[in-house]
């Protein structure tokens, strides 16, 4: 009987691995890992494979969302399934370990730094004073979709800060910045009109969460446009209503 593990990397690069993840892979009979849901911006396959110690097989977006690749691995052999962040953040992992289960496969998650968790900390705000998490595509033919904009209203409505997550095209190596956020925004609340996103509301930009130098701004959403962020993966948060310690805080960090 084998076992399929589910492992998160964690944030930024190599090192961001837990030791009980680094540990389990050191026993898997097989290693695969994908990039396309995220990635980590400070490292490459070939830094993760020498901090490992193994070899580590790329999955393409098809062969993942298949599962035959690695389920048919896992039947017989300990398999490692590597990604960025908490393996279990994409819906996609879940799906995958649910058949797993079914095809009576033995599953376990070594889970890692989740942006989620890792935003309200660097940022000194409170992480239960989020609501819905919400992802911002790039422009389709037919606009940006509506979705986003309405739950960040629904959030802001009840006093709740939004995590903004930013678009990935892992196959052409885009990443959507800060800046394009903000734009795709401003043009949603252009065609929509219902005051989520003005001049004065209070914004945070931040990218290469989780590395020795990340760079985070807060502002209105004119200073966000402004400021130059540099490479990397990015998000942002749009405030509800701030707490004293949480302006304090955003204030100091």
């Known amino acids: ?34 990039f396309y849901t995220s990635k980590l911006a400070g490292a490459t396959i070939e830094d993760v ?14 062969q993942v969302e298949s599962s035959d690749t690695v389920l048919k691995a896992a039947l017989d052999k300990t398999v490692a ?34 942006i989620v968790s890792a935003v309200p900390s660097a940022l000194g705000v409170m992480h239960y004073k989020f609501g819905r ?6 422009l389709r033919e037919r606009g940006y979709p509506r979705s986003p904009y309405d739950h960040i209203k629904s959030n802001k409505d009840i006093g709740l800060h939004t995590l903004v997550l930013l678009d990935i095209d892992g196959e052409h190596e885009r990443y959507m910045t800060v800046n394009e956020g903000v734009e795709a925004l401003l043009k949603l609340e252009k065609d929509v009109d219902e005051g989520v996103i003005s ?12 590395s020795a130098e990340p760079e985070i701004t807060v ?33 100091l960090f």
Not at 49 to 62: D, F, Q, T
């Open 1 to 34: 009987m084998g076992e399929l593990i589910f492992i998160g990397l964690g944030l930024f690069d190599e090192k961001d691995i837990t030791i009980k993840g680094k540990e389990a892979v050191a026993r898997a009979d097989v290693v695969y890992s994908e």
């Open 219 to 251: 502002g209105s959403p004119k200073e966000l446009l402004e400021h130059d962020f540099g490479g990397g993966l990015q998000c942002m948060v749009v405030f509800g209503e701030l707490h004293f310690m949480e302006e304090e805080a955003l204030g």
């Open 49 to 62: 494979e020498k901090e490992l110690g193994v070899n580590v097989e790329v999955l393409s977006r098809e």
């Open 81 to 114: 399934f590597l990604t960025a962040g908490d393996p279990m953040a994409a819906t996609t992992h879940v799906e995958m370990r649910v058949r797993a289960k079914e095809r009576g496969i033995k599953t376990s998650v070594i889970h890692g730094i989740s």
């Open 133 to 138: 998490t919400v992802t911002l595509p790039f």
């Open 199 to 210: 001049d004065d509301t209070v914004m945070a930009g931040l990218a290469r969460v989780g």
